[in-house]
């Protein structure tokens, strides 16, 4: 195949490309996610394909999507920020685009493009993906190929136990690592510290209108950027447990790479500086064995398009 179109949605934007086969995004074509109107955003997604492939020749369509897929790439089961309970996605815009489609999840084709042409481009067999957000999503790849499991939902690394009896998930338990090192942990780190430590938060609170309230994730960033001491320890605290997420997939599957994106990866060595180390110390007796290299990923906004184009080839 040659050509091969694309699509990222998410709560706010469907963003389609048409992508070559050394992962080139050739054109782009981004439009608002009517996110509470299931037939508007199949309409908009067929909007987006047929736009694009108007322009260009193109074999096929992948489609990644935030939200549970089931085991055949066509129907997304649930999305939490989307309006889809058993949406059959891909029946429905391969018919309307006359094209083959598959669907995958967003997380799984991001980590596919950083396994494909990103950050472990390097690595022919293993990697595993951590991607921060607002929660946590990742990726497995082992063997050559993404691992989705009996129903097609696995590798949700951000449900992972970190605390017993911890702060309540968004997926019903109680303790999951979501909580602890994805953006929205970040903030109310912040929030805690600057609550706690007022004159430790002053440039914090400063870029907050000095509202502990007003505190979100740009603003840690920001402030952290800047040398506020308290935006500096809610980001350690996250890499923390990140690391410690990182070091117990390593001891289950032993990957040749480790990649962490999302939009907190933004902060660069504010974030992956206390993660490596987390990670690093967590495993003791790492001088005896290899271990996988913890990298930060590299195909920005544009992995999960390039992601499900190249997973529309296979």
């Known amino acids: 195949m040659a050509l091969t179109i694309g699509v990222d949605i998410g709560g706010t934007k469907v963003l389609g490309g048409v992508v070559d086969p050394d992962g080139t995004v050739v054109a782009t074509c981004r439009r608002d996610t009517p996110a509470g109107d299931v037939a508007a955003t199949r309409d908009v997604i067929i909007d987006v394909v047929k736009d694009l492939s108007a322009e260009h020749k193109v074999d096929a369509v992948g489609i990644g999507a935030a939200g549970w897929i089931d085991a055949t790439r066509s129907t997304v089961l649930f999305a939490p920020n989307l309006a889809w309970r058993d949406e059959p996605l891909r029946d429905y815009v391969a018919k309307a685009v006359n094209l083959p489609v598959v669907v995958e ?41 993404l691992v989705r499991g009996a129903h097609g939902i696995a590798a949700e690394i951000g449900h992972m136990l970190a605390v017993p009896d911890g702060h309540v998930c968004g997926c019903g338990r109680h303790g999951c690592i979501e909580q602890y090192a994805s953006g929205n942990a970040l903030v109310r780190f912040a929030r805690a510290g600057a609550q706690a430590e007022p004159d430790r938060a002053a440039l914090l609170l400063g870029k907050a209108g000095g509202k502990v309230e007003n505190i979100t994730g740009p603003i840690v960033t920001a402030a952290a950027q800047a040398g506020d001491e308290v935006a500096i320890d809610a980001f350690t605290q996250i890499g923390y447990w990140l690391g410690q997420g990182l070091a117990d997939l390593v001891q289950i599957l032993d990957p040749q790479v480790l990649v962490v994106g999302g939009g907190v990866i933004d902060a660069g060595d504010l974030l992956m ?16 064995l290899p271990v996988a290299e913890l990298r930060a990923a590299k195909m920005g906004n544009v992995a999960g398009l390039v992601g499900a184009a190249d997973l529309a080839r296979l």
């Not at 084709?109 to 022919?124: I, L, T």
């Not at 500086?273 to 987390?278: D, F, H, K, L, V």
Request: hydrophobic fraction near 40%; avoid cysteine.
């Open 105 to 145: 999840n967003d997380a799984n084709v991001a980590a596919w493009a950083e396994f494909r042409y990103g950050a472990a481009a390097d690595a022919e067999d293993s990697m595993v993906m951590f991607t921060v957000g607002t929660g946590i999503g990742g990726g497995i790849v082992l063997g050559g190929g």
């Open 273 to 288: 500086t206390p993660a490596r180390q987390s990670y690093l110390d967590s495993l003791a007796q790492r001088g005896r």
